[in-house]
């Protein structure tokens, strides 16, 4: 079965600083794709980026990025120039190349922005 | 349209009612999720439908749990005989299936407490 591990329960960052968050997944697909959402407090969740497996070219979305490890089976998000809207819970999730492209979460961390 | 909407917000039920939620998906979209999110972890996916075909429930969907999209438009969520351990929030996602993965774009949610 496929899982999905978010060793850090929470970060804390300084505003216009960098912040790496950690994501570990498992799996024995070879088509999949991977994301990280952002939950703002009571508000519903976005989608931050996302990574095709078969890319080996790490994503880039403004001020986020990820480090795509395939053989590690690591997918972290780093954000840069942190702003105090970035504080929310992030999940990093997974799905498979099947037809359903149901996502698996991790548990989460919690990101906060100090000004 | 503005987005995935889901009523209500909130739900405060007793131990053994019935309790129906609603969701109405981006009115192009062809598939809708549901995934179900307890505090301090990641959604987990409950039962996704392509158009009005109920395509894969999870093991979670117990058989006090049902699920419909008559027309393939909007879905409701019923759990019946609510217990304590279905308090949790109800989150539903829609997204246009056009063969490789796309978007999923998510609800505020359906917070429901069962006292």
């Known amino acids: ?115 | 349209d503005t987005g995935v909407s889901q009523d209500p917000r909130h739900k405060i039920t007793k131990r053994g009612q019935n309790v129906t939620f609603r969701c109405d998906p981006i009115s192009e979209h062809n598939r809708l999720y549901w995934y179900r999110q307890t505090l301090g972890q990641g959604p987990e996916f409950l039962t996704y439908f392509q158009n009005e075909a109920q395509l894969e429930k999870s093991r979670l969907l117990s058989d006090r749990f049902s699920a419909e999209r008559p027309k393939g438009s909007f879905s409701t969520l019923e759990i019946q005989r609510t217990e304590q351990g279905d308090s949790a929030m109800y989150l539903c996602a829609s997204s246009l299936a056009l063969g490789r993965y796309n978007e999923q774009f998510f609800g505020p949610g359906t917070r429901l407490t069962v006292l």
């Open chain 1, 1 to 115: 079965a496929q899982t999905v591990t978010q060793s850090q329960p929470e970060m804390s960052v300084q505003e216009a600083e960098t912040v790496t968050l950690s994501c570990t997944y498992d799996t024995s697909e070879s088509d999949y794709y991977l994301f990280w959402y952002k939950q703002p407090p009571s508000r519903q969740m976005i989608l931050v980026i996302r990574q095709e497996a078969y890319k080996q070219q790490n994503a880039t979305e403004n001020r986020f990025s990820v480090n795509f490890q395939k053989a590690a089976k690591s997918f972290s998000l780093k954000i840069s120039d942190s702003q105090l809207g970035d504080a929310a819970m992030y999940f990093c999730a997974y799905t498979s190349g099947d037809s359903s492209y149901k996502l698996i979460f991790g548990s989460g961390t919690r990101l906060l922005v100090r000004p």
